[in-house]
Structures are given as C-alpha cells and as structure tokens.
C-alpha cells in the first residue's frame, strides 16, 4: 500500500498510508493532512485516485489546487496534474513529502547472472 510520508531534514514526522482514496493537503481544517506554514493555502493540493480503465488497480496523481506558492514535484513546479511515482518528493510551502509505493517494481536494479567456472554453477554480485 502506498503511503505519503511528511519528512524533515531526512527525519518523518508523520505518515499517512493511501488506500484508493482522495486527499487533500493544506492549511485549512478541513484538510486531510493539515499543514502549519503560512506559505501553504488553505486547500493547496490534492492527491487524487485515479482507477484504471479496466478496474484493475489504478495510480495516484498530484493536482495543484490553484495555490498561491505553488506545488512542487520533484522540485518541478506543477503546471499541470502529475502521476506519482516510487520515492517521489511533494513540497508544499517549507514542508516536504516523500510517496513510497512498495509495489513499484525497481527494473533499473535487475541482477547480473554470472557463469562460475564450476559447470552448471551460477551467480550474482551484489
């Protein structure tokens, strides 16, 4: 299950788990996750669930609720909604968000298959 993280100087603070749902982040009461910066608006962005067109399974996207400051991705200021992805960085204002999807798949970190000199022998190195 995803989870969106607020972190600070590399320490979290808070975690909030994702579970298919809507979540709005801001300074205002009413917001899922309520932020204390003066730079942050009241209803500053949404982290929407968008379903796939097959019903199976779907992604979360980053949508800029047409705030003051801004929304961040990545250190990317949003123009437009984003998908989120594995280890991602939000911020908002002076406060910083990390989404972690132990789901996501990391191809990038695919094992090299080595040949011992014993037949039929073989291994990785890490």
């Known amino acids: ?14 975690k909030v788990a994702l579970s298919g749902q809507d979540l709005t982040i801001g300074r205002a009461a009413d917001s899922d996750i309520q932020v204390e910066d003066r ?5 500053h962005a949404r982290i929407e669930w968008v379903k796939a067109d097959n019903d ?3 992604f979360y996207q980053l949508v800029d609720l047409d705030s003051t400051n801004g929304t961040f991705l990545n250190e990317k200021r949003l123009a437009e909604p984003a998908v989120l992805r594995h280890d991602d960085t939000i911020r908002i204002g002076f406060v910083s968000f990390r989404y972690l999807d132990e789901n996501a798949q990391d191809f990038e970190q695919t094992a090299k ?3 011992s ?8 190195k890490d």
């Open 1 to 14: 299950m995803p989870i969106l993280m607020q972190v600070n100087n590399e320490v979290v603070q808070h």
């Open 113 to 115: 298959i080595h040949k």
């Open 117 to 124: 000199w014993i037949p039929g022998v073989y291994y990785t």
């Open 39 to 43: 730079a942050v608006s009241g209803q």
């Open 56 to 58: 199976q399974g779907g």
